[in-house]
């Protein structure tokens, strides 16, 4: 009895071991084909047949059926013109898949302080959307994060999440800038109330958005991205993967609200830009959108500019050289730091000129809130495939001191039913 079971232990451990090797020269034989794999394969064939107690001939004669039908298969699809190529392995469809994943992030700038409002961001984009999908998460500070912060964030999210910190010389004065100049426009542009006149953080971080973020190294990896600001909403449920959808549909930078840009904090930008394409006419794309933010063919700027706080961009735009070269004129102009100039109105200016406008996407779909605006689809089919819970009476697209209107005109879009209520809002 003893020896019986011993015997049968043999026989399946021999069986399962000529297994194993068969699988692995099936993969071999996948990796490059060759008739010294095939032959181990089938002798490999032969001997779990005998071991498993199988008759030879019973084999032989499967086998030689098998091989007539795939001749006679052959044959036939080589007279229907159909290529007959070994089917992909599971290694080669793995790294295909990999290489067609877009290579996409979510990217916050933000301070400690702010991990109550940014969980709820978190939650919100989670909910809506990468509870499907599992984007990475990339966290950028000009100080440590705090471990809480870490553990609290890390908790929330369904991806990967990397903490960076910000190098110094991306979050200070340049050797060009005088900081007693700088420091006395504050002052005065605080005493005429203009908002954040008065911050000198706010200026690094307005800075850091136009200039720097996308040369983080933690952003290497990645050709978009999605910025996320502390206590924003989204209002409806993103089903599909908008990262794909960019690069699937040749989209560079896409937006949810528009809105004209405080003329206080940017009294000089258009006067830098204009020098910069004069200097640097190559850079401007010749079907720009260049009459979203002028009403005058470039003489003035109309203060229209996409609300940077949303973002679903290519990191490759901001590497370009054409938008590496306007950065560094505008920066060395000094206005980040002798104005205000928000990182705004300083990429939608480089978007509208540098990039052909049908590279440019407005997501009426993506129901959007950071304070105090709303984008909420009031296209009734839209709001209801989005399973939407915003108040459409309070959509911004269409109010007054928006720039929807004006991108829809630019771009002859049609208007959904009913826009025409917010006229006067
Ligand atoms: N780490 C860090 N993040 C900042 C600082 N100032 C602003 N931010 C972040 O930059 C983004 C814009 O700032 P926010 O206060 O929301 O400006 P607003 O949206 O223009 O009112 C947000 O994600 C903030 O968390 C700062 O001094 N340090
Ligand atoms: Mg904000």
């Given at each position: 009895?003893?020896?019986?079971?011993?015997?049968?232990?043999?026989?399946?451990?021999?069986?399962?071991?000529?297994?194993?090797?068969?699988?692995?020269?099936?993969?071999?034989?996948?990796?490059?084909?060759?008739?010294?794999?095939?032959?181990?394969v089938d002798s490999v064939k032969t001997g779990i047949a005998s071991v498993a107690g199988i008759q030879e001939d019973k084999?032989?004669?499967?086998?030689?059926?098998?091989?007539?039908?795939?001749?006679?298969?052959?044959e036939h699809a080589a007279e229907q013109g159909i290529s007959q190529e070994d089917p992909m392995s599971e290694e080669a469809r793995k790294l295909l898949e990999d290489n067609s994943k877009v290579r996409?992030?979510?990217?916050?700038?933000?301070?400690?302080?702010?991990?109550?409002?940014?969980?709820?961001?978190?939650?919100?984009?989670?909910?809506?959307?990468?509870?499907?999908?599992?984007?990475?998460?990339?966290?950028?500070?000009?100080?440590?994060?705090?471990?809480?912060?870490?553990?609290?964030?890390?908790?929330?999210?369904?991806?990967?999440?990397?903490?960076?910190?910000?190098?110094?010389?991306?979050?200070?004065?340049?050797?060009?800038?005088?900081?007693?100049?700088?420091?006395?426009?504050?002052?005065?542009?605080?005493?005429?109330?203009?908002?954040?006149?008065?911050?000198?953080?706010?200026?690094?971080?307005?800075?850091?958005?136009?200039?720097?973020?996308?040369?983080?190294?933690l952003l290497d990896n990645y050709d978009w991205y999605w910025r996320v600001e502390p206590d924003i909403k989204l209002h409806c449920d993103i089903d599909y993967d908008v990262f794909q959808w960019m690069r699937d549909n040749d989209k560079e930078y896409g937006f949810t609200i528009s809105i004209h840009e405080y003329k206080e904090t940017i009294p000089t930008l258009w006067k830098t830009t204009k020098e910069f394409i004069k200097e640097h006419p190559e850079y401007v794309d010749k079907n720009n959108m260049r009459a979203f933010i002028s009403d005058d063919k470039g003489k003035s700027y109309n203060l229209c500019h996409f609300w940077s706080n949303f973002e679903i961009a290519s990191l490759n735009f901001w590497r370009s050289e054409a938008y590496r070269a306007y950065f560094d004129h505008l920066d060395h102009a000094g206005g980040f730091f002798y104005e205000r100039w928000g990182d705004a109105p300083v990429h939608s200016i480089a978007a509208a000129l540098f990039l052909p406008k049908d590279k440019i996407h407005y997501f009426e779909d993506i129901g959007y809130f950071h304070n105090p605006f709303n984008?909420?689809?009031?296209?009734?089919?839209?709001?209801?495939?989005?399973?939407?819970?915003?108040?459409?009476?309070?959509?911004?697209?269409?109010?007054?001191?928006?720039?929807?209107?004006?991108y829809f005109e630019v771009n002859k879009m049609t208007k959904p039913d009913g826009w025409e209520r917010f006229i006067r809002t």
């Open positions: 009895m003893g020896f019986r079971v011993s015997k049968r232990i043999i026989r399946f451990s021999a069986l399962a071991g000529l297994v194993l090797l068969w699988l692995g020269l099936t993969f071999v034989k996948h990796e490059g084909t060759t008739s010294v794999n095939h032959y181990i084999v032989e004669g499967e086998a030689a059926k098998e091989e007539e039908k795939e001749r006679l298969d052959a996409a992030t979510f990217v916050t700038l933000v301070r400690n302080s702010e991990l109550a409002q940014m969980s709820n961001s978190i939650r919100q984009v989670e909910d809506r959307f990468n509870s499907k999908f599992h984007y990475p998460w990339v966290f950028l500070n000009d100080e440590p994060f705090t471990e809480e912060f870490k553990s609290v964030v890390k908790e929330l999210i369904s991806g990967d999440v990397e903490f960076g910190i910000i190098p110094e010389e991306h979050w200070s004065y340049p050797d060009w800038i005088n900081q007693e100049k700088a420091a006395a426009a504050r002052e005065q542009m605080a005493k005429d109330n203009i908002i954040y006149g008065g911050s000198e953080s706010y200026r690094h971080m307005c800075r850091y958005e136009s200039g720097f973020f996308w040369r983080h190294p984008n909420c689809p009031i296209d009734s089919e839209v709001y209801e495939k989005g399973k939407c819970n915003c108040n459409q009476d309070y959509d911004f697209t269409f109010q007054g001191y928006s720039c929807g209107n004006k």
